[in-house]
């Protein structure tokens, strides 16, 4: 959350005061860290910083808040709208967290799958080239070879959805799962054999949307 003219309002007084943001800082209270982020706009002083902030500049927390003007607020006001400010910054560094979240997910399942397919698929191309008596097609032997290593992704996909999905589930289905691992075994490759597709698909809508929207890195 951008606080432009906020920040601008602080850089302008604290430079007709003559202070540095070190120097402004130490008055308040604060690192000159925490002035450089005020007045960059990526975040605001507290409600009872701003009015120590306001009293150094020597100008009302209004006007600090709001620039001039004759309007008069109070500090419960005050405290409302810097309080409403956070609210929204919280909320979007929430989401930014969770945009975060899902980035790593997509990441470490492309990571784990785009290898994998790629090993399988060579081995058994090899394999089924070198163990052919006769002279191999290629085009089926390419066919094969993707079709083996699109079921070993497809079962491995469906280990990530029912990893991802074991917590929503109650301790008696997951028992049961377990007792008869084998079915869950098969049930699990169909699931990953119908969902691998989309799940590549989003993971990759995920990593590109994410990083154009400057999701990829901790702000």
Known sequence: M???????????????????????????????????????????????????????????????????TDDRITLAELSSQTSLMFLKEELEKRDREIKQFELSHHKRYLTFLLPMFASVFVAVLIFTILSDNESPILPDALLYSFLVAYMVSA????????????????????????????ATLIITCFIGTAITPAYVINSLKGIFGNRENGYEKSK
């Open 155 to 182: 079962a491995f996909s469906g280990f990530v959805f029912l990893a991802r999905n074991a917590k929503r589930l109650p301790l008696w289905a997951l028992a049961i799962f377990g007792l008869f691992f084998p």
């Open 2 to 68: 951008q606080h432009y003219d906020l920040g601008n309002r602080i850089y302008e007084l604290r430079k007709a005061k003559q202070l540095s943001q070190k120097d402004l800082g130490n008055l308040v209270g604060v690192s000159n860290k925490s002035v450089s982020k005020w007045e960059n706009g990526t975040a605001i002083p507290k409600t009872d910083t701003l009015v120590k902030l306001a009293n150094v500049l020597d100008v009302s927390p209004q006007e600090l808040l709001q620039g001039k």
